[in-house]
Every structure is written in structure tokens, then in C-alpha cells.
């Protein structure tokens, strides 16, 4: 028979002594790891074993980027990012985003109105400044329901809608003083051309071409309910085809009918109107009656300058110089 008390007391004795046995050969091995090199190196990001040479890294020194990923999609949240002074933590842009010259050497991440979120996702964004024009709309409610925070600027449409996306640009990325300020200047800029214009004897009639007119086609002309459409009566005119909606075809035909004083040409890099579209309409014969083409006033515009961003007191400004009257219409 087993005596079961002498078992027992073998047993402690033995787990005593493995105890001991343990520290003495784990206690040396924990003090060498204090002094030996990171299992990750913080320079090369390799990890395993160290090599006995390598060299100590003094992690206080090199803390980790406090700067922020910001992707941002559309020309005027881009615009509104780099005037609050964050450009230069910008990771990627899309197409639409033109100005300032820096972001279009960045990443893109496609066209604001067909976006695609995982191609967006993929690059870690801290952080999505947008808007409400973002597209399609698939695309738009998969963005409305990702974890990382995704800032709503209305459609940059009116000096309204550009405020308020100041303001919560402004908020989400902790300047809300420089929004105010850069509120505070677009709006006087815009108040200076509302006076000097109220001074013309009668607001001209303009009309802005997306693509000019050719003796064999039809322009793209910018309606009612536009962007060109409300900055050309924030510069004080009129638009002459008000009577159609969006970007619609126009005719030569209609054209000589709304007789312009002014006629405006986007430009811009692969689409709108070419440096020698202004040319064209000037030598035509059939358009030699309308007042635009008669005073020569066919000038071309940056289409960049449709964004709404916060150059809009700027833009505002040089399109009012450019319809204001000429001193014969005074």
C-alpha cells in the first residue's frame, strides 16, 4: 500500500525546488532584455531576433507623427483644407480637386461624382472632407456609414453654402479662428463688387460657355441654377440664358437671340473651351451683330474658378471686372 502523505511531501519538494530552479535561469534572461535591442526595429520595421551589434534606438527620440491623413474630394473641401493651412497633411485628392497647383500632384482617388469608398479606404485616411455632390449615390451611403469620420460640405453652390462649410471644416480640423477670419474676408470682398456694380447704369447680359460654339456644333451653355449661372449675378450681370436649366446645348441660333454683351469661355486642361475658341467666335459672320462680338468683349475664365472655395471674393472680383460696362456703354 502507497503511503499517500510521503508522495505528497516528495511532490512539494519537488515543485519547491523547480521554482527556485526557474528563477535563477529566467531572472538573468529578463535583465538582458532590458538592455538588448527591440524585437521591432523602429527604424527598419524588421522584427525577430537582433543582431548583438545593432544599434540601440532611443525610442524618446523618435515619437510617433502627430499629423493627421486627410483625403479630400471635391475642388472647394480641397480648397477650404489647404486655406485653413492643413494642405500639407493631405494624403490624396480626386479630379475635381484643380487648385491649389500642389494638390494635383497628389494620389487620386477618382472623380467626386463616381467614387469608389474602398479605393478611398485603402489608404487609411484619419479623416474624409467632402461633399454633398459626392456620387454615385451607392457610393455616398457607403461613406455615410464607415468608422472613420467623414466631414458633409453642402454643394458649394452659393456663398451660403460656403460659409457653413468653413465653419464645419473649420471646426473638425481645430482652426475654427481662421475660418472665421477667411469668412469674414470673402464676405467683405463680396459686399466691395455688390457696391461698385450697383453703380453701373444697367447690369450686363453675359453668357459663360462650358464648351464654346463652333460653326458646326452647338455650345454647352450654363443655365439656370448653375454655378456660373450665381456667380455671374454675384459679379453683377445677368445671364442671358437663364431661360434654360443646368448645362443645356446652345445654338448659334439662340446665341444671336440672347444677345450677350459679354461672352465668358471656361477653360480648362482636357475639357471646356481651347485657347483659340475666343478667336473662333469673333471671326464668325453670323454672330458679327451681337454686342460681344461687335465690342470684341469674348474673354476666357479658369473653369477652376466655378469651385466655390474660398476664393470666391477673389473670383467674384475679376469676373465684375470683366462684364462691368465699358465706359462707351456708360
Request: glycine share 8%.
Amino acid at each position: 500500500m502507497v503511503n499517500t502523505g510521503t508522495v505528497k511531501n516528495h511532490n512539494q519538494t519537488f515543485f519547491a525546488y523547480a521554482g527556485v530552479l526557474a528563477a535563477l535561469l529566467i531572472t538573468p534572461m529578463l535583465q538582458a532584455n532590458e538592455t538588448a535591442a527591440p524585437a521591432v526595429c523602429p527604424i527598419t520595421g524588421k522584427t525577430g531576433p537582433m543582431p548583438k551589434n545593432h544599434p540601440q534606438v532611443d525610442t524618446a527620440k523618435a515619437p510617433e507623427s502627430e499629423s493627421t491623413r486627410i483625403i479630400s474630394i471635391g475642388g472647394a473641401p480641397t480648397e477650404i483644407v489647404y486655406a485653413l493651412g492643413k494642405g500639407d497633411e493631405v494624403v490624396a485628392v480626386d479630379l475635381s480637386s484643380t487648385y491649389p497647383p500642389a494638390a494635383t500632384r497628389l494620389p487620386k482617388v477618382g472623380y467626386i461624382r463616381q467614387i469608389s469608398p474602398e479605393g478611398v479606404l485603402s489608404l487609411n485616411p484619419d479623416i474624409i472632407v467632402t461633399s454633398e455632390a459626392l456620387g454615385p449615390p451607392a457610393a455616398k451611403a457607403a461613406l455615410k456609414r464607415v468608422n472613420v469620420p467623414v466631414v458633409w460640405c453642402p454643394d458649394p453652390t452659393s456663398p451660403d453654402a460656403l460659409y457653413t462649410s468653413l465653419e464645419i471644416v473649420g471646426q473638425a480640423l481645430g482652426e475654427e479662428e481662421k475660418a472665421a477670419e477667411l469668412t469674414a474676408s470673402i464676405q467683405e470682398k463680396l459686399t466691395d463688387v455688390e457696391m461698385a456694380s450697383s453703380q453701373w447704369p444697367q447690369k450686363p447680359r453675359i453668357v459663360f460657355f462650358m464648351q464654346s460654339p463652333t460653326p458646326t456644333r452647338a455650345g454647352k451653355v450654363a443655365g439656370k441654377g448653375t454655378r456660373a449661372d450665381e456667380l455671374i449675378k454675384l459679379a453683377g450681370g445677368v445671364n442671358a440664358a437663364s431661360d434654360v436649366n443646368g448645362y443645356q446645348p446652345f445654338a448659334l441660333e439662340a446665341l444671336i437671340a440672347s444677345r450677350p454683351d459679354v461672352i465668358l469661355l471656361g477653360t480648362s486642361v482636357g475639357h471646356g473651351s481651347g485657347p483659340g475658341d475666343a478667336k473662333v467666335l469673333l471671326g464668325m459672320p453670323q454672330l458679327s451683330q451681337i454686342p460681344a462680338i461687335k465690342s470684341g468683349r469674348v474673354e476666357t475664365v479658369p473653369m477652376e474658378d466655378l469651385s466655390f472655395g474660398p476664393r470666391l471674393g477673389e473670383v467674384t472680383s475679376s469676373w465684375s471686372e470683366l462684364i462691368a460696362p465699358a465706359p462707351a456703354d456708360s
